[in-house]
């Protein structure tokens, strides 16, 4: 599950750094309201003040907090049970996009580092409007859990998602049957185990498509449209859109260089899909084969990366940064996991990258036997497959690459995905046809130049 943490106020008390800090600040100036949210509100002060007090405390406060009393045991156990842990806060200056807002970001780093806290990301709302803000940031990155503290954040986002309220002074008199109140990390840790036993109740399980097949094409229909609707609220757009940013960023800049070197033809470009939530799959020769196949697109993509990679620093960075899945395929579960992913990342309108041989064909047979993972996540997730074939002609600047695509294949629930397997080998192998056609015309023209020059 997606599980996102407030920062002030949960992650870290507040309240009684204000009260201490502010007395010292306003000298004899009497608390105003010891139960306020913030400093304007404890101390009755002005927009002012309150900007001076901050700008003389906010170092001391970050490089002092100390988290909640078993907080931070909390998250890194949330995460080693393979849940993704967010803090979404609305902590001043930190959203905006300048040096204060940098500084204010690196601050909020290294109190997490000194208190051993380790998460999957931090999203940043504004402090003006922080309840719309967390209301549109817990739509878009799919939250199943928000804890928060301040009233109106809970009140605007109660309906949802599943809302902690985590107490303070400033909340002790919140009450509303569609949120839970805890008072320490126990009682959290106790609420959000019972929110996630509820939400694997509703769990469909990945059946294995031969016994699917045995299903009517009622019961199929059914199946399937529990099964993608489960998938979609499984996804995590924080981390898909993370690596998605990353490909744009590294992807983008090899992408230039590679067309530049390699110069590939395309046939029917124009078939080439313009948007996400689509499967390209393809026949696999080479490790630039990603390269070759997004030669006519700069639409970021998700990929299968062999779990071997994880043991190089260098080679697991960067396909971590990209956006990959790794996959053991000697590892069942490795395996079903892997094809979770995709499922998940389809589902979110991205673009996959699928090799149905498995590994790379360093045969003599035009194509390996084809894996079904590429057909039943079609049929999952209801995206269409555009099927592609290329060469391996990686020589320097000798303009032999080249890349066939074809018209998508769509595969409906009630489909038999062995003959939709094979359907889509055949037309693999058509387009390879086309390929071996260019690289034929290629050599024959080469030749008519060379005998017409001499």
């Known amino acids: 599950m997606n599980i996102a943490f407030d920062a002030d106020g949960v992650i870290f008390p507040i309240e009684d750094f204000q009260i201490k800090e502010g007395q010292k600040f306003f000298k004899n100036r009497p608390i105003y309201d010891i139960n306020g949210y913030g400093i304007k509100e404890v101390f009755n ?88 803000d967390k209301y549109n940031a817990i739509k878009k990155y799919n939250i199943h859990i928000m804890i928060d503290d301040k009233k109106e954040n809970v009140e605007k986002i109660k309906d949802i998602t599943n809302t902690i309220c985590f107490e303070t002074r400033n909340n002790k008199d919140y009450m509303d049957d569609k949120v839970t109140k805890v008072s320490n990390a126990k009682e959290l840790e106790e ?13 469909v399980e990945l059946l294995n498509y031969k016994i699917i097949n045995k ?113 053991d395929n000697n590892d069942p579960e490795s395996r079903r996991e892997a094809k979770e992913d995709m499922i998940k990342a389809l589902l979110n309108d991205s673009l996959i990258m699928m090799y149905p041989e498995g590994t790379r064909n360093k045969t003599d047979k035009r194509l390996l036997d084809f894996h079904m993972g590429t057909v039943i996540i079609s049929q999952i997730t209801e995206s269409p497959i555009y099927p592609c074939a290329i060469n391996s002609d990686y020589r320097l600047f000798k ?31 058509s387009l390879l046809d086309e390929v071996k056609e260019y690289e034929t015309n290629k050599r024959l023209k080469l030749t008519y130049f060379k005998k017409n020059k001499d």
């Open 215 to 327: 299903m009517s094409k009622e019961e199929k229909i059914k199946y399937f449209k529990s099964l993608k609707q489960w998938y979609y609220n499984q996804r995590d757009p924080f981390s898909l859109e993370k690596g998605e940013n990353g490909c744009r960023k590294i992807i983008g800049k090899m992408q230039k260089v590679f067309n530049l070197v390699y110069k590939p033809h395309v046939i029917h470009k124009e078939k080439f899909p313009k948007t996400g939530s689509v499967i390209l799959a393809a026949n696999h020769l080479h490790s630039f084969d990603p390269l070759l196949l997004m030669t006519n697109s700069d639409m970021p993509f998700h990929l299968l990366a062999k779990h071997e990679l994880l043991d190089d620093k260098l080679w697991s960075k960067l396909f971590s940064t990209i956006g990959s899945f790794f996959v």
């Open 191 to 203: 609420t959000i185990n019972f929110i996630i036993n509820e939400h694997n109740k509703s769990k």
């Open 45 to 132: 002060c002005t927009n002012k003040e309150e900007v001076n007090f901050w700008s003389k405390n906010t170092f001391k406060y970050n490089r002092n907090v100390i988290a909640a009393e078993g907080i931070s045991e909390l998250i890194n156990k949330l995460r080693k049970q393979g849940h993704k842990v967010y803090i979404l806060t609305s902590r001043a200056k930190a959203n905006e996009n300048n040096v204060v807002g940098h500084i204010m970001r690196k601050e909020l780093e290294k109190a997490l580092e000194r208190n051993s806290i380790k998460v999957d990301g931090i999203i940043y709302t504004s402090t003006k409007q922080s309840d719309i």
């Open 399 to 429: 303009n032999n690459l080249c890349m066939s695509v074809g018209d998508p294949i769509y595969i409906s629930p009630e489909d038999d995905l062995l003959k939709k397997n094979e359907e889509l080998k055949e037309e693999i192998s």
